[in-house]
Each structure stands twice: as C-alpha cells, then as structure tokens.
C-alpha cells in the first residue's frame, strides 16, 4: 500500500518559517520525481516545486522561488520543503506528489496558516 505522509504544517507569523516532510512508503522512492503543490480556498491546486529523482536538479514557481527550497533524502524516503519569508498568500493546504511516468501518488495535505 503506497503512502505519503506529509507533515510540519501548521500556523506562523509572517516573515517567519516553516519545513514540511513527506514520508513516503510503498513505493521505490528513488525512482520518484517529487512535486509540492498547494491549494488555497477557492482557488486551483498549484505546482510549487519539484524535484529529480537524484535530487540534483530542482524547479520552482515564480511565486516562491528565492523563499523556499525542496530537497529530498533517499535514504529516509522524504522529502522536504523548506519555506522561508512566509507571506500570507502562502497560507494553503501543501501536497507532494511522488510521479513516475504515468503513475502518481498524492499525499493526504498539511494546512500552512501564515497569519499575524
């Protein structure tokens, strides 16, 4: 049974940080691209960020890049997204997503409040 637990979310002021885990299990991690999304309320779920396989090679969304930083570590099955500057337009419900071709798996979401 694939799973992908994220965790680390949670209410901060702005300006302040956060990191946000995704645990996976089930799968061959290492042969995963792994992506953030988010979704606020009422709006669509966005790419934020992901990562190769190997971790070398990362991409951003215009909107975060600079403030947050993912990487991964194969040999715990996790990867993480660092996030840094939180602005209130950052608050959303954060997902990874482990893909392989055609093959994905979603995590269940972790609530990120950026409020003062």
């Known amino acids: 049974q694939v799973q992908l637990v994220e965790s680390g979310g949670g209410l901060v002021q702005p300006g302040g940080s956060l990191r946000l885990s995704c645990a996976a299990s089930g799968i061959t991690f290492s042969m995963y691209v792994m992506r953030w999304y988010r979704q606020a309320p009422g709006k669509e779920r966005e790419l934020v960020a992901t990562i190769s396989i190997g971790g070398g090679s990362t991409n951003y969304a215009d909107t975060i890049k600079g403030r947050f930083t993912i990487s991964r570590d194969n040999s715990k099955n996790t990867v993480y997204l660092q996030m840094n500057n939180l602005k209130p337009e950052d608050t959303a419900v954060y997902y990874c997503?482990?893909?392989?071709?055609?093959?994905?798996?979603w995590g269940q979401g972790t609530q990120v409040t950026v409020s003062s």
């Open positions: 997503k482990a893909n392989l071709g055609t093959v994905f798996y």
